[in-house]
């Protein structure tokens, strides 16, 4: 017995059937006879010095040493995959995968799309709308567009984007039915539960001690998802505590109102992500230069806001 690796195509032969358990259904994935693969693995077994697979009459089944080697094979495997991937996708500066939570991709990409497709007509812009952990070595991801307080793992790019604050919103037609804060103590109020892990938190209960108003706010209904609260809102079913990227587009163009000129300042951010020594890649670069456009486009709806950051609010 050697210590010299077999071949690789014994190793993948291998890899493959013992994650079917099959050799005919690995044989197909690597488009090979089954006696082809067969060889190879007998091959591997012969430069192991040990069977690897016991043969049934129907079916195989690892052996000891399989199933010592089999994790390792899975992983190595995986790992030379995944930096195919991404060696792949460095050298291709005409596609870019961005992901972005549910709430922002609703919100804040998706309605500017159009934008960003007039202006790079050469790119081909992708979404993944979700908040699951990523790794940029393993999935095919270019930028991530994140909500959060923490710092960005090591090896990663960031760029916080506009400071964030809540104030409510509402409709025209319900702004004129509820005209001072005081009378949001009749109104129905819309809770953004997605935030709810910010300490502390920014909540109704937070925006009525700053205004100074005893209300409660308890009652209304709550959503998980940010963009759900702010469709409610848009719907006239009451008024919602939302966050600026998600409304400030809706409050310009006129379809919610901020009656009220007050905004509770958050300590959490979005921020752009990318891997390390990929942001000056061309499509990327040109995506963040016109998400910083996109912000400053409507960066007067702030300026119209008195902001109290949240640590300047009184505890409950």
Request: proline share 7%; with cysteine; glycine share 6%.
């Amino acid at each position: 017995m050697t210590d010299h690796l077999p071949p690789l195509t014994a190793l993948r032969a291998f890899e493959a059937a013992a994650r079917h358990m099959s050799f005919a259904k690995a044989a197909e994935e690597l488009h090979v006879t089954p006696a082809a693969l067969s060889f190879q693995i007998k091959s591997l077994e012969e430069h192991l010095g040990t069977p690897v697979f016991r043969r049934l009459n129907r079916a195989v089944e690892l052996t000891e040493a399989g199933r010592t080697l089999a994790p390792g094979m899975s992983e190595g495997f995986q790992t030379l995959h995944n930096a195919w991937r991404a060696t792949r996708r460095i050298t291709n500066e005409t596609t870019l995968i961005v992901t972005a939570g549910p709430a922002f991709t609703a919100k804040w990409l998706a309605p500017r799309f159009y934008e960003f497709v007039r202006a790079y007509p050469d790119i081909d812009l992708r979404f993944s709308a979700t908040l699951r952990a990523l790794d940029f070595g393993r999935d095919e991801v270019d930028v991530a567009i994140r909500f959060g307080m923490e710092k960005p793992e090591p090896g990663l790019w960031s760029l916080p984007l506009a400071n964030e604050w809540v104030t409510p919103v509402m409709t025209p037609e319900l702004a004129e039915r509820y005209p001072t804060a005081d009378s949001l103590k009749d109104a129905n109020l819309i809770h953004d539960d997605s935030i709810s892990f910010l300490t502390p938190r920014s909540d109704w209960a937070a925006w009525f001690r700053m205004m100074d108003l005893d209300i409660d706010a308890t009652h209304g209904p709550r959503f998980t998802g940010a963009d759900h609260a702010v469709d409610a809102a848009l719907a006239g079913a009451g008024v919602a505590l939302a966050r600026r990227a998600l409304v400030v587009k809706d409050i310009s163009e006129g379809r919610l109102i901020a009656p009220y000129g007050r905004a509770i300042g958050l300590q959490a951010r979005f921020r752009f992500l990318c891997q390390e020594g990929t942001e000056d890649r061309p499509h990327i670069a040109a995506f963040r230069e016109w998400v910083l456009d996109e912000i400053g486009k409507l960066s007067s709806v702030t300026r119209t806001l008195n902001i109290t950051p949240i640590e300047d609010i009184p505890p409950p």
